[in-house]
């Protein structure tokens, strides 16, 4: 089934100048990478919606505040970046070097936590609690969050803010050990299924299900944690009972 039927693009001028008026506010500029290809039936919309954002921001010093790049998986010379940001699948969209990935068109709900993303890494704040960004600064061992969502859902793009900025502040602090991945479930219904997600957000760390919902910030940097020193499904099995969570 085409997933263009689950979910609706909205670039009207009334969206184009809320998202003026928003983006107004950044600070520092911002690189969003688009990686598409061929037989991509979201690919189109995906650059679309990206480059109205680019569109509407803001020109400083003769420059606009948000820059796209775009390389597609039929480019020979593009597949190098690729490969450098870890992509894998399209559409995907990708913030700080890949740390922060869309794997999926961010539609419809999802706009609203990419661009609160998007303000966040321009006023270089992630919003986070001092203890949360000291124990990120301090992780060893890489940590892969993913967190499915889909379009309609209103509480997905929460449990995506939160994820990004855990893995922006890791990033900012110069430890690069978290990736945030937010993988759209009607493009990717095999990573859904992966999970047995029936319920969304629903947030893989390290290959192992977390939460389904949007979790406290506390409990979210436990898992963390306990995924960077490999010990995600021993803390699962303390405080679910087994090893699968749910």
Not at 97 to 102: A, E, L, N
Not at 162 to 172: D, G, I, S
Not at 176 to 183: F, L, P, Y
Request: aromatic share 8%; with cysteine; hydrophobic share 35%.
């Amino acid at each position: 089934m085409s997933a263009r039927r689950y979910y609706t693009l909205d670039l009207s001028a009334e969206f184009r100048q809320e998202l003026r008026e928003t983006l107004e506010d950044l600070v520092n500029p911002v690189e969003i990478n688009v990686f598409v290809g061929p037989h991509c039936e979201t690919c189109e919309d995906t650059i679309a919606l990206v480059k109205a954002i680019e569109e509407e921001s803001p020109v400083r010093n003769g420059k606009k505040m948000i820059t796209v790049n775009i390389y597609d998986k039929s480019n020979p010379e593009h597949l190098e970046e690729f490969k450098k940001q870890g992509v894998e699948r399209v559409p995907t969209v990708t913030l700080i070097d890949g740390y922060i990935r869309y794997t999926g068109i961010p539609a419809e709900e999802e706009i609203r936590g990419f661009i609160e993303t998007i303000m966040r890494i321009s006023e270089e704040d992630s919003g986070l609690e001092e203890t949360t960004k000291s124990l990120l600064a301090g992780l060893k061992g890489k940590v892969h969050i993913e967190t499915i969502v889909t379009p309609s859902c209103p509480y997905c793009p929460y449990a995506v803010l939160l994820a990004n900025m855990f893995a922006y502040e890791a990033y900012r602090q110069g430890s690069k050990s978290v990736i945030s991945d937010t993988v759209e479930a009607y493009e990717n219904p095999d990573i859904a299924d992966k999970y047995g997600v029936h319920s969304v957000p629903a947030i893989a760390i390290n290959g192992v299900l977390a939460f389904v919902g949007v979790p406290y910030e506390e409990d979210f940097i436990r898992y963390v944690k306990a995924a960077a020193e490999g010990k995600i499904e021993e803390l699962i099995l303390r405080d679910y009972g087994d090893a699968t969570g749910f």
